[in-house]
């Protein structure tokens, strides 16, 4: 069980706005930038979000990050098909001086 | 383009130790400010930090695997390696090597190796 939690599975439809949550406490999420994974299927993570809300080049504005307090959110706009993936986030837990990951949402595109 | 690639044994016997490479294209290992890391994600679970080696080579370890990790880097080859000993079956997992911006925000990612724990 992950230190940083998040809902197993989340859905929608195509178009609709998704979003996934990361909930954590003050050592972690609460004093670190969060950043945010996608994995497709027999494939490595793709980093969808650093420090919170940036975006890396080549990533779609459909894909925001957000945090407040001890929670991050990632949000999916205009869903389509091939968002169907794996969704991490991570961050630096300063009490366990680890990289932590969240158990990860499993999102399909209905 | 950054780009990484994972090397190094399908299969190890319970209580060997694992070495893989991390072949890095590109750029250059040496780098100011950048560290290097080793990820793992066990069959159908999630991702679990293994590591990371800052460029000066600083070492920094996951509190439960600390006890037998060892991260290196030989920057003639501009490659770093990763040793994991006693491994178990517990220990099967695809195992990425990673460069993060930061710490923790991976930018890139190798594809990844299988690494089965078995007699």
């Known amino acids: 069980q992950s230190v940083l939690t998040q809902p197993p599975s989340a859905s929608g439809t195509p178009g609709q706005r998704v979003i996934i949550s990361c909930s954590g406490s003050n050592s972690n999420i609460g004093s670190n930038t969060v950043s945010w994974y996608q994995q497709l299927p027999g494939t490595a993570p793709k980093v969808l979000i650093y420090s919170n809300n940036q975006r890396p080049s080549g990533v779609p504005d459909r894909f925001s990050g957000s945090k407040s307090g001890t929670s991050a959110s990632l949000a999916i706009s205009g869903l389509q098909s091939e968002d169907e993936a794996d969704y991490y986030c991570?961050?630096?837990?300063?009490?366990?001086?680890?990289?932590?990951f969240g158990g990860g949402t499993k999102l399909t595109v209905l | 383009q950054l780009q990484l690639q994972e090397s190094g044994p399908g299969l190890v016997k319970p209580s060997e130790t694992l070495s893989l490479t991390c072949s890095v294209s590109?750029?250059?290992?040496?780098?100011?400010?950048?560290?290097w890391g080793w990820i793992r994600q066990p069959p159908g679970k999630g991702l679990e930090w293994i590591g990371n080696?800052?460029?000066?080579?600083?070492?920094y370890y996951n509190p439960s695997l600390k006890s037998r990790v060892t991260i290196s880097v030989d920057m003639s080859k501009n490659q770093f390696s990763l040793k994991l000993t006693s491994m178990t079956a517990a220990d099967t997992a695809v195992y990425f090597c990673a460069k993060p911006v930061g710490v923790h925000d991976f930018d890139y990612w190798g594809q990844g190796i299988l690494v089965t724990v078995s007699s």
């Open positions: 590109g750029g250059s290992i040496s780098r100011s400010n950048s560290y």
């Open positions: 080696m800052f460029y000066t080579g600083s070492t």
């Open positions: 991570a961050t630096w837990d300063d009490s366990l001086n680890v990289v932590i």
